[in-house]
Structure formats: structure tokens, C-alpha cells
């Protein structure tokens, strides 16, 4: 593989195709979502004049009305943004093979081939976040039967050493659980494109995506390390003069843009390698792609 040419080519294809940075926008929507965020109220103590308490119940149901009523809302909206997230993930990659056939594309045509894959797409999403469910319930059964036992035994029960022992378990299977799902959000990336691109059911493309990264895991790691390397130049040249703080600050628009960019070009980066390692016609080795 040759790593300048393929990543040459992803940047080019980006910039030459301007609804892409539109759908690495709306990918990019998708991240960090469903990392619980909530504020909380406090309430007064009802020791002045005239307050009654019937008045204070009245308050605190009102607070806890609102605040279910956020929560949904937040739930709600965090679905959507991560549906968008995941038919633009497709999009992206339907159009850059599309592209890379010599054939035209649109945002239009992305968002419906995005579109005609949705429930797929959101299946291969939901996989890498079994383990993470499944170490919450057990964290959650573990308490209850740490506070079952202590109830049944009360003082009897050393609750250092039997918390100790509960946490020792819940340690080796979070060892287990976390190297899974960061396994299977890297095959996830594989996946996505065994969807697109070849038309595989979820169980199917994650077989399909394990099997083309094992079968190239030399080159996939390099050009992982490529990627590192890319947003670390590309962190230096944003922090070093503050332009990050200006940006978000005043020109966030443009910081957007930026990551518009940088979503779309990574999806290029894996979508062009997946053609190479799945013997798909390229014009990568027709034509030299004109610097940017």
C-alpha cells in the first residue's frame, strides 16, 4: 500500500467534494453522545415566615417534573443526533467508493444510500456497546448483593474486606469487558463498510470487517499510526497560537468546518483502503491526485 498516495487521495477527494465536509459534520454529531450529563437543584429549607410546607412539596415535585421532563428531552434529542450520526457515516462511505468508481455522487445520494442501511447501520453501532451494558448490570447486581448480604448479616459481615472481594471480581470481568469493546469498536469501523459497500447483514459484516482487518492488520496499524500522526501535527498547529480558543470562541463556525474535514477525510482514509484490501477498481493507481 502506498500510504502518501492513499492518504493524498482521501484529502483530495474531500476538498474536490464539499458535501462531504456537510456529512463529516453531521457524523461527527454522533460523538461523545450518551455520556450522561445533567444538572442537579438544590432546595432551601422552608424556615421563613409565611413558607408553609405544603408550599415546599409543591416546589420539590415541580423540580423533579422539570428535571424528567429535561432528561427526556436530552434522551431524545441524544437519539436523533445519533441516528443523523449514523446514516451520515454511511453516506460518507457510499460516496467516496462511488467517487472512486468514476461515478458521480451528491449529498442527496449519500444521505439516501445512508438512509437504506439505517437499521443496519445502527445494529454494527450498538454491538461494541454490549460489554460496556453488560459490566454495568453486573456492577449494579454486585452492589445489590453486597447490600442483600450486609442486610442479612449485618454487623457480622466485615464490609471492608467483603467490598474488597466484590471489587476484585468486578475488576478481572471489567479487564475482560473493556479490551472487548475497544475491539469492537475498532472492528465496528471495518464493519460499517463490509454494510455499504458489500451489502452484509450486522452478525455478517462484522465477520466480513474482522476478517479483511486480520487478513491486512501489518497495513491497517500503519495507516492507524499515519492517522495518529496527521491530528497530532494537526493539534500542534491549532494549539501552539491559541487558534482552538479563538475559534471556539468566536469563530466556531469555522472550527466546525475544520472538523467537518477532518471526519470526512478519515472516512475517506479507511473507505480507500478497504478498496485496496478487497481488490475493489481504483483510480488511486490511474492518476496522480494534484496536491492540495
Known amino acids: 500500500m ?9 484529502a483530495g477527494i ?3 467534494n464539499k458535501f462531504l465536509i456537510v456529512l463529516g459534520i453531521l457524523a461527527a454529531l454522533g460523538s461523545g453522545l450518551f455520556n450522561g450529563g445533567g444538572g442537579g437543584g438544590g432546595g432551601g429549607n422552608g424556615n421563613g415566615a409565611g413558607v408553609s410546607q405544603p408550599l415546599d412539596d409543591e416546589l420539590v415535585g415541580l423540580l ?3 428535571s424528567a421532563a429535561v432528561i ?4 431524545f434529542v441524544g437519539i436523533v443526533l445519533w441516528v443523523i450520526s ?13 467517487i472512486e468508481s468514476g461515478q458521480k455522487s451528491s449529498f442527496r445520494q449519500a444521505w439516501g444510500a445512508g438512509w437504506r442501511k439505517v437499521w443496519t447501520l445502527l445494529g454494527i453501532s450498538l454491538i461494541p456497546a454490549i460489554p460496556a451494558v453488560l459490566l454495568f448490570v453486573i456492577g449494579v447486581l454486585a452492589l445489590g448483593a453486597y447490600g442483600g448480604l450486609y442486610g442479612l448479616f449485618g454487623e457480622d459481615l466485615d464490609p471492608t474486606a467483603s467490598f474488597a472481594g466484590f471489587g476484585a471480581v468486578f475488576a478481572v470481568i471489567a479487564c475482560l469487558l473493556v479490551p472487548a469493546m475497544l475491539l469492537l469498536s475498532i472492528i465496528r469501523n471495518f464493519a460499517e463498510r463490509a454494510c455499504m459497500l458489500e451489502d452484509h447483514g450486522v452478525v455478517d459484516a462484522y465477520r466480513r470487517g474482522a476478517s479483511v482487518l486480520m487478513a491486512n492488520l501489518g497495513q491497517a496499524i500503519i495507516l492507524a499510526l499515519l492517522q495518529i500522526g496527521i491530528f497530532i501535527v494537526l493539534g500542534i498547529l491549532l494549539f501552539l497560537p491559541g487558534i482552538v480558543l479563538i475559534l471556539c470562541c468566536f469563530l466556531w463556525p ?6 467537518g474535514f477532518v471526519e470526512a ?7 480507500l483502503a478497504w478498496r485496496q484490501w478487497t481488490n475493489r477498481p481504483s483510480s488511486i493507481e490511474k492518476a496522480p491526485e494534484p496536491a492540495i
Open 2 to 10: 502506498e500510504y502518501g498516495k492513499i492518504i493524498n487521495r482521501a
Open 14 to 16: 474531500t476538498w474536490q
Open 64 to 66: 423533579i417534573g422539570v
Open 72 to 75: 427526556c428531552v436530552a434522551i
Open 86 to 98: 449514523t446514516i451520515a457515516r454511511g453516506g460518507l462511505i457510499a460516496s467516496v467508493d462511488s
Open 254 to 259: 469555522i472550527l466546525l468546518l475544520i472538523q
Open 265 to 271: 477525510f478519515v472516512s475517506a482514509l479507511w473507505t
